[in-house]
């Protein structure tokens, strides 16, 4: 499903057709062509208002090449002089295409049984500022999340290897304060460590991340590539590690409404490659609205989705669920909308609303829980906070107000 805006003196027939031309197997002039090579034309078949459908011949694609189907899909039609925006609104994935890819190694159960988190929504942190600390205050600022009872301590999208934190040394210090963490709160924990970087690269760190006795990789799924995803997937089925997906970039070419690509179809191929967990927006300082962050979710965690004039149903044929994480200015009054909205089968990620508390890293640790707790016991968290000493801190200087 395209939504296309049609260039001054183009017809929205006209630019349909071209763009169906143009993706397949069509050209700007008239050509002679065998029948067989005809049979291989997208065809549009349904034009509303500027919505557009084509359809494709599954023999124009390569099964498990994701960079060639969405050269094809997705590629030079954006360039093209006779529209004037251009946006690949949503995809329905046929079954064959689906298959020759692996999915999610854990998906959402998978992690919960990783975790030992059966019910209530699993929680994240971000130290903040995101770059700048040495490798022992990161570790340490882990040790405080984990202790103040968040599950998993996550890098950011560009913390990776940096002079002032290397990824081995850190890796290695908040294994440390992992296990001691483990230790003294009785709870599982991990760790999201970035490892992007060049493919070659990344499976080296992966199997530190093993050596270590991790059980996550993170990596930034769009500078990377989806090949390089496929490439990670395969070598983390070996390893027996899961994949944190982070989806920095993503805006550069999903925010403009009238072009690009949906962040809805981003997540379809997240899950068709194999991440287990997804950013998919969190209704907080970041663009994206509650229809948007859904139907995200409904891509991704559920095997079919029928809902607003951009959406298209898709059967998922058993490929498992990525568990959607929620975050961008998220903080302990306004954790109960994204429940709310979408499920207890999320993540939670929260940074500046933790490492901003006033009484430190582990207060705010304890706040988001304690803004967790309180849903699940159906309190609300006002009155949760009467007993709660880091809820209420939290909400005193941050209410329930969505930061901008």
Not at 351 to 359: A, C, E, F, K, N
């Amino acid at each position: 499903m395209f939504k296309i805006k049609p260039a001054s003196g183009f017809s929205i027939e006209k630019v349909a057709i071209r763009v169906a031309a143009e993706s397949s197997n069509g050209t700007w002039t008239t050509l002679k062509i065998p029948e067989h090579i005809r049979a291989l034309s997208a065809k549009v078949y349904e034009i509303n208002d500027t919505y557009v459908k084509i359809a494709y011949p599954n023999d124009l694609f390569e099964e498990g090449n994701m960079p060639q189907i969405l050269s094809s899909i997705a590629g030079n039609i954006f360039g093209m002089k006779a529209l004037d925006g251009l946006r690949l609104v949503d995809v329905k994935w046929p079954k064959n295409i689906l298959n020759s890819f692996k999915g999610p190694q854990y998906g959402i159960k998978g992690i919960r049984d990783l975790l030992k988190v059966k019910k209530r929504p699993i929680t994240a942190t971000v130290p903040k500022p995101k770059v700048g600390y040495y490798a022992e205050e990161h570790a340490q600022h882990g040790y405080e999340i984990w202790t103040g009872g968040v599950d998993l301590l996550k890098d950011d999208e560009n913390l990776s290897n940096q002079k002032f934190n290397r990824f081995e040394k850190r890796l290695d210090l908040s294994m440390k304060m992992r296990d001691k963490a483990e230790n003294e709160t009785g709870e599982r924990k991990s760790y999201l460590i970035n490892i992007t970087s060049e493919v070659d690269e990344m499976k080296r760190r992966a199997k530190l991340v093993k050596n270590f006795n991790n059980e996550y990789v993170m990596i930034d799924i769009l500078t990377i590539g989806w090949a390089a995803v496929q490439t990670i997937r395969d070598e983390c089925e070996k390893l027996g590690l899961a994949i944190h997906a982070h989806r920095a970039f993503h805006a550069a070419f999903d925010r403009n409404p009238n072009h690009g690509m949906s962040m809805k179809v981003l997540a379809e191929i997240a899950r068709m490659q194999g991440v287990d967990q997804l950013h998919i927006g969190g209704l907080g300082k970041l663009a994206g609205d509650k229809t948007e962050v859904l139907n995200n979710y409904k891509k991704i965690a559920q095997n079919s989705n029928e809902g607003d004039v951009e959406v298209l149903a898709q059967n998922w044929h058993g490929m498992k669920k990525v568990l959607s994480v929620c975050s961008g200015g998220v903080h302990p009054g306004i954790i109960h909308r994204l429940i709310e909205l979408l499920s207890r089968d999320i993540a939670v990620q929260v940074g500046g609303g933790v490492l901003g508390h006033p009484g430190g890293t582990r207060s705010g640790a304890k706040a988001l829980r304690q803004a967790i707790n309180a849903y699940m016991d159906n309190i609300s968290v006002n009155e949760y906070a009467k007993s709660h000493s880091e809820l209420k801190e939290a909400l005193d200087m941050w209410g329930d107000e969505t930061p901008i």
